[in-house]
């Protein structure tokens, strides 16, 4: 047997070492035992944080490669880029922002972007929802191309296209399996659904459309819906469940919402603020709130306020 009784005998005190990044360190001595005629070997740990940054350097690398090679054979199966031609080359740098909506949603889809290591821990949902003409496809496009620049994978595909791949899996058998076209809609990094309109017209393919929320939505990965439709219609479309699932996740909408570029479905209750206004106004703007006849009121995100405007009829 190995005595290791003289090896425990050699005691090594910490001493500093100085980093050139980090400065003095104290450092630990690892001591390899000696076998056969080999010398006792020690080593030296070396700087603490230069140690942290190699591991976090190393893992960011290797994320980026598993990113990229996970990219690859998605687009290698699907056999088509998953950025449609009109939008390649193009950057938010291109985008014309001439009206205050589309420098809105250019911030939006620009600090998404920008910010996708966070959205990609929590799963952000981004849907941006308005008039033909705003650009929010290409927005949506861009903030694409740029998470891919960033490493992650990214698939953008009309809620057209996503209908065409389900269905195809059904009838054609040289096209990837449902199953293969659900994991690839809920695997990769960013999903885009542009143009969500009421292509998904039958129960099957709303659930089909609910898998891959749903899917997503479980395991924190981003998703950019654009839509013409407005909340109510999109809901309609789209389906309770996989509108409900939109809504649940937390940060991002706030602060998407904040630049109105969603609703405000969240407490308190509009008919409950009315009601603070029409009794705060008793006296006021009318002797009895019963005098009034007629109310529009909405809700949104942004500066805490109340704007009432009252016609007298
Ligand atoms: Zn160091």
Redesign the pocket.
């Known amino acids: 047997m190995t005595d290791v009784s003289n090896l425990a005998s050699v005691q090594l005190q910490p001493r500093k070492i100085n980093?050139?990044?980090?400065?003095d360190?104290e450092a630990k001595a690892i001591q390899f035992p000696t076998f056969g005629n080999r010398t006792n070997k020690i080593i030296w740990a070396?700087?603490?944080?230069?140690n942290r940054?190699t591991a976090e350097r190393e893992a960011d690398e290797k994320r980026a490669k598993e990113e990229q090679a996970r990219q690859r054979r998605i687009e290698e199966r699907l056999n088509r880029a998953s950025i449609p031609k009109r939008f390649r080359n193009r950057s938010f740098e291109t985008y014309i922002a001439d009206t205050e909506a589309k420098q809105k949603a250019l911030n939006t889809a620009r600090e998404f972007a920008e910010n996708f290591v966070e959205h990609a821990s929590w799963g952000s949902t981004l849907i941006f929802a308005g008039d033909v003409g705003t650009g929010k496809g290409h927005l949506a496009a861009f903030a694409a191309q740029y998470v891919m620049g960033l490493g992650y994978s990214a698939f953008f595909a009309t809620a057209r296209e996503v209908v065409l791949m389900l269905r195809e899996s059904w009838h054609n058998q040289n096209a990837p399996s449902e199953i293969e076209v659900l994991r690839m809609l809920t695997s990769v990094s960013l999903l885009v659904i542009d143009e969500v309109g009421v292509q998904f017209n039958t129960d099957a393919e709303r659930d089909q459309l609910f898998g891959v929320i749903d899917g997503r939505y479980r395991d924190l990965m981003p998703t950019i819906l654009t839509t013409n439709l407005s909340r109510k219609k999109l809901q309609q479309a789209i389906g309770e469940r996989s509108y409900s699932r939109l809504r649940e996740d937390g940060i991002w909408r706030q602060r998407a919402a904040a630049i109105g570029a969603i609703a405000h479905t969240k407490r308190p209750d509009l008919d409950n603020i009315v009601k603070a206004i029409k009794d705060g106004a008793n006296g006021v703007a009318w002797k009895d709130d019963s005098q009034v006849v007629d109310v529009h009121a909405s809700k949104q995100y942004g500066t805490p306020r109340v704007e009432v405007e009252i016609t007298i009829c």
């Open positions: 980093c050139a990044m980090h400065g360190f070396s700087c603490p944080q230069c940054l």
